[in-house]
């Protein structure tokens, strides 16, 4: 370990000799099969995040309450923001004048710019969000750009960081950590030089878990990393005891093969969790090119459904106007003119992301498993059809993209001579009973509409299992 400052050294030790309660530490935990995250008590937690990279440098905390007060009460329950977003709080100071640093040179923090930022984790938390909190955007380690800036050098000033950041947060149970932010660990500048930056999150990781339970103790909290556009966390930090799921970045086209990204991940070994931290945001120009059109609800629930049912235990939404807390008249669009922040909560894509998690919640959990070996046709790009079931084939779900007929082998759910039927609408939340089936080698069904934007989940449950109908009701299980 490279050498740290005495008077924090000390404080480790002192950190080191106490015993906390266990409850004090993030209300979260890997599911025993590494698939899911859980609450302590057993009971699931569906990731439904929302990217609001720039809550904590261009809010007031009338703003940021408000903000939060409409995602919950919406049903989203992770909010990922960066404290160091931006140029806010290393360039610029927070909408209350404070700078991160009282001195850029040895990094010397200030306690008056991360009050703001523990105000807004407590507002949070008494609303029931968990916060995904980015300690710092990934260009503050790697500036690959000329109007980005690094600060941090050295493992002894990012784990100096993250210590400072995992003690004074040591108290919060709705914290999960998120190193990274938007870049690969590995890979080279602009002009071609190589750069590793492994060791540095290994640092910061650690500094986090010691400032937090005064050891190398990677159990008192949940970690991962935000990588760049089409890369995932495990290409460097699979193995990595510090992080406890794998997040990719698999936004912001159309027509992908995102379902690919997500199984690769499920399949690793050992099995850690996976799910997409950054998806295509709603308002976003497709591919980042101006002649493909902007994306809509329909290209964020593509992105959803694709990747949940191959395997994803949640989803990270996105609006481009409230990640940056766009307001017109104060800001420049980072992309195109989009909507304020404050129009942009409404956007019927967030809601959308609700009915997927109520479908989701709506039958057993962690017994889910990724399964396409049942549909005959998958087709691909646009007129993807993807498919999940339990591992006890007691339901299953077949998302049809485009509105595609979906061919199925329904002997394999269920184990009566019967399977009950549904059309689930992810646009609205609704189901449509379609009836009782008789099981065969072969059944098609054809959605009630077709075409783009005409997207439908085919529900089969074993009518023996007494679900409810989809989406209404959750099953603790």
């Known amino acids: 370990m490279k050498k740290i400052l005495l008077p924090l050294l000390s404080f480790i030790v002192l950190m080191s000799c106490s015993s906390e309660p266990e409850s004090r530490y993030v209300d979260l935990a890997v599911h ?70 009282t001195d850029m040179d040895d990094l010397t923090v200030n306690d008056r710019y991360f009050d703001y930022v523990e105000k807004v984790i407590d507002i949070a938390d008494s609303l029931g969000l968990y916060v995904g909190l980015l300690p710092a955007w990934g260009d503050k380690v790697t500036a690959l750009y000329d109007s980005e800036v690094a600060i941090f050098k050295t493992e002894e000033q990012i784990y100096r960081y993250g210590y400072y950041v995992g003690s004074r947060l040591k108290d919060k149970t709705n914290v999960i950590y998120i190193l990274g932010g938007d870049r690969a660990a590995t890979g080279n500048y602009k002009n071609g030089e190589p750069f590793d930056h492994v060791a540095m999150y290994d640092a910061e990781a650690r500094g986090i878990a010691e400032g937090i339970c005064g050891t190398e103790d990677y159990s008192c909290c949940l970690m991962t990393y935000h990588p760049g556009g089409w890369r995932t966390s495990s290409e460097w930090f699979h193995d990595k005891e510090w992080l406890d799921f794998d997040m990719q970045q698999n936004g912001h086209g159309y027509a992908d093969a995102i379902w690919r990204n997500i199984a690769a991940d499920y399949a690793r070994e050992p099995h850690k969790p996976v799910l997409d931290g950054e998806s295509t945001y709603d308002e976003h120009y497709i591919d980042f090119k101006v002649e493909l059109g902007i994306t809509t609800d329909y290209h964020v629930r593509r992105s959803f459904y694709h990747e949940v049912f191959s395997g994803a235990f949640g989803h990270t939404y996105g609006t481009t106007g409230v990640w940056q807390f766009y307001l017109p008249g104060r800001d420049m669009p980072h992309e195109l003119e989009c909507y304020s922040w404050e129009r942009s909560l409404a956007r019927p894509s967030g809601y959308h992301m609700i009915y ?21 046709e998958l087709y691909d790009r646009a007129d993807r059809i993807t498919a999940t079931r339990d591992t006890d084939r007691t339901y299953a779900f077949v998302y049809s993209e485009s509105g595609r007929p979906i061919h199925i082998d329904l002997t394999a759910i269920g184990n009566g001579k ?30 009630l509409t077709e075409g783009a934007g005409n997207d439908w989940i085919l529900v089969l449950d074993d009518p023996a299992a007494g679900y409810p109908a989809p989406g209404t009701s959750v099953v603790t299980r």
């Open 32 to 101: 025993p099969d590494g698939r899911y995250l859980m609450h302590k008590d057993g009971s699931p937690f569906f990731w439904i995040g929302d990217t609001a990279w720039n809550l904590f440098g261009k809010t007031t905390e009338d703003e940021a309450r408000k903000y939060l007060t409409a995602r919950a009460r919406q049903g989203f329950t992770v909010i990922q923001a960066c404290m160091l977003f931006d140029g806010y709080g290393t360039e610029r100071p927070n909408s209350y004048g404070q700078m991160a640093f």
């Open 418 to 447: 019967e399977l009950k039927a549904w059309w689930y609408d992810p646009r609205n939340g609704s189901s449509f009973l379609i009836g009782t089936v008789e099981k065969c080698k072969s059944y098609t069904f054809t959605p």
């Open 356 to 376: 997927g998690k109520n479908l989701m919640l709506s039958r057993p959990f962690f017994s889910r498993i990724p399964d396409n070996s049942f549909v005959y």
